[in-house]
């Protein structure tokens, strides 16, 4: 800086490092303050996604968003090789015996054997399983990662979206109420 700058330009120089400083400090508090299992999706009140994607089990059948309409959903976003996918098995395991909701799997950017293999030596809690290896129907759904789970109504409705393994905590506090009162509503 030459002498003629005044000493109130090079203070506000000095202050703008300082002030841009402070800023991305604020945002970082601000981002680690929030829960990401608490990202909201806009598709929740919305109709599912139109979608065809193969049956994991046998290609030669489909899963379609068809499926999903006529009776309540948990729509199951995993992978074989996701831990957390691993950690929430048998609670979608122990889940899969109530007659009030089907469970519909997404195999979500996984490979077709080792997802198969994984449901042989663990069980398989989906009613049906749609293979979708390329991410071409997770994007529609706005997934971030595995796992996820959508509710959705007997209309085809989103009405919830829950980002992170389901364990009883989430099953008693958020899903099973709301399958409640989604099954008082039909």
């Not at 293999?117 to 749609?130: A, E």
Request: proline share 8%; net charge negative; charged share 20%.
């Amino acid at each position: 800086m030459t002498s003629s700058t005044s000493p109130r330009r090079r203070l506000a120089v000095a202050l703008v490092p300082m002030a841009l400083f402070v800023a991305l400090v604020a945002l970082l508090v601000f981002g680690l303050g929030n829960d990401p299992r608490k990202v909201p999706s806009p598709l929740v009140g919305k109709p599912v996604p139109e979608f065809r994607l193969p049956e994991l089990t046998d290609p030669s059948r489909s899963v379609t968003d068809e499926d999903l309409r006529g009776r309540i959903s948990l729509v199951n976003v995993w992978a074989s090789w996701c831990n957390s996918c691993r950690a929430e098995h048998q609670a979608l395991m122990a889940l899969s015996e109530s007659p009030d909701f089907q469970i519909v799997g997404l195999n979500w950017k996984d490979d077709a054997g080792d997802a198969n293999r994984v449901l042989r030596m663990t069980g398989n809690p989906y009613d049906m399983n749609g293979y979708d290896p390329d991410n071409t129907v997770g994007i529609h759904w706005g997934v971030y990662g595995a796992p996820e789970t959508f509710v959705v109504d007997h209309n085809g409705i989103i009405r919830h979206k829950h980002i992170g393994p389901i364990d009883r905590t989430v099953w008693e506090e958020t899903l099973q109420p709301l399958i409640a009162q989604l099954k008082a509503e039909q």
